[in-house]
């Protein structure tokens, strides 16, 4: 009886969280509704509550997830940036609400900085393992070191994320652009990247 409990309750919390995501992505914190996410989860908010003390907690635990299937899933790789700068356009091409649902979480966490923010302490994290690996990169000289290493994991982000947000502007000017594929835009950030930070080695 214990066994098939505990099978339930993880059940009921990952249809929680999966709603969550759903609801958090389309609506952000501040829109997204409890009501709504206990009707997609098939529960009750009373139910809910007795997993998530509050809206706040489980918007953090869903981007804490979201933050650690994202890193997984890209996996950062400074002596190849650019191969990861396509990973990570990739992600979130095919994944656009999960995007805005990450820049809320981490815009929330950084103006708030709530001592013990489970979502912030990761973010940090992930930043503190990529900036060490770039730093490691620089010094086997496989990155030119007169970059600070904060600049390049912005920089090829920024890059990377570049038509994530923007997927439809090609529509726009229908016409004027050489190839309107997708390929070609992944191509462009995987050339932008190398361009800067070529693989295993200093631009010339």
Do not use: C
């Not at 804490?64 to 950062?76: F, G, N, P, S, V």
């Not at 900085?113 to 503190?128: E, K, N, S």
């Not at 600070?148 to 947000?165: G, H, R, S, T, Y």
């Amino acid at each position: 009886m214990t066994v098939i409990t505990s099978t339930v309750a993880d059940t009921t919390r990952d249809r929680i969280l999966s709603a969550a995501a759903d609801e958090f992505a389309q609506h952000g914190a501040a829109g997204a509704r409890i009501d709504r996410i206990a009707r997609r989860a098939k529960t009750s908010k009373e139910r809910m509550y007795a997993y998530f003390r509050s809206k706040e907690q489980l918007y953090r635990v869903v981007a804490e997830r979201e933050l650690a299937e994202m890193t997984d899933a890209t996996h950062m790789d400074a002596t190849d940036l650019p191969g990861y700068a396509g990973r990570v356009h990739d992600y979130f091409m095919a994944r656009p609400d999960h995007l805005r649902l990450m820049h809320w979480g981490m815009l929330d966490s950084v103006e708030t900085r709530t001592p013990g923010d489970p979502y912030l302490d990761a973010m940090q994290q992930t930043v503190h393992d990529g900036i060490e690996q770039i730093r490691q990169a620089q010094r086997a000289g496989q990155l030119d070191a007169s970059w600070d290493p904060i600049d390049v994991m912005v920089i090829v982000n920024q890059i990377a994320l570049a038509w994530a947000w923007q997927p439809g502007l090609t529509d726009l000017v229908e016409g004027q652009v050489n190839d309107p594929s997708a390929a070609a835009r992944r191509a462009s950030i995987v050339a932008a990247v190398a361009g800067l930070f070529p693989t295993g080695g200093v631009a010339s």
